[in-house]
């Protein structure tokens, strides 16, 4: 099964809301890094964060690396938001990330 | 620093064509990773190099795929007798090659097998 689940799969949003996306993995991690793709655009690191919490701008990062979790929240969102988040974890005695299907967010105005 | 660079950004290749795709990672990156991106199959792991030698290529097809970094600046990916299931985004990453380093993308190159 998919060792790394992400939920919700879509997200639409107007302008100014809060938002909460979630990361469950079933396979023991040592990292966890959180991506942003724009449409046709590259992959974008927004944090690597292995536990604890982290924030740039609007955004929040929380790793709960022991109850196998982890978070990204969008504080007052915006139209440039929009696109698709990724979470990827590190498996323990690899290497290659681990990506879940990610999660689709649409913000209007 | 112009991060990761992989050309061609687009590439159509027709059935049983070869295809090869050029990685040059960021500059004091030790590690360079292969990915593929799929609508179907999301993201996956293909390979991974660390200070040009192969480490893992648990994520390759068996068959038609290879991958080399002859040099540290530079890394490839060939597909041989391409067929249309492998039409795909193809990414490459690199990573200061520190054991679970973060993990730098390009932009990927889209390969179309006609």
């Known amino acids: 099964g998919q060792q790394v689940q992400q939920s919700p799969a879509s997200l639409v949003l107007q302008e100014g809301e809060n938002a909460e996306l979630q990361c469950n993995f079933s396979?023991?991690?040592?990292?966890l890094q959180w991506f942003y793709q724009h449409p046709g655009g590259r992959l974008v690191s927004l944090f690597y964060?292995?536990?604890g919490t982290k924030h740039t701008g609007r955004l929040t990062s929380t790793t709960v690396t022991n109850e196998r979790r982890g978070s990204l929240h969008i504080s007052s969102s915006q139209t440039t938001d929009s696109g698709t988040y990724f979470c990827a974890i590190d498996r323990r005695y690899a290497q290659g990330l681990t990506f879940g299907l990610g999660t689709r967010v649409s913000v209007f105005p | 620093n112009a991060g990761v660079i992989q050309t061609p950004r687009h590439k159509v290749t027709g059935k049983g064509q070869e295809a090869t795709l050029w990685c040059e990672p960021i500059?004091?990156?030790?590690?360079v990773f292969w990915y593929r991106q799929t609508i179907v199959q999301g993201l996956e792991f293909l390979t991974y190099f660390r200070n040009q030698a192969p480490i893992d290529d648990s994520g390759m097809p068996k068959e038609r795929f290879s991958a080399q970094m002859p040099n540290q600046s530079h890394s490839t990916l060939k597909i041989q007798s391409t067929q249309p299931q492998d039409s795909a985004v193809y990414l490459c990453a690199s990573s200061l090659g520190t054991e679970y380093a973060e993990q730098f993308f390009g932009p990927g190159t889209r390969l179309t097998v006609l």
């Open positions: 396979s023991t991690a040592t990292r």
């Open positions: 964060n292995p536990s």
């Open positions: 500059s004091g990156h030790s590690a």
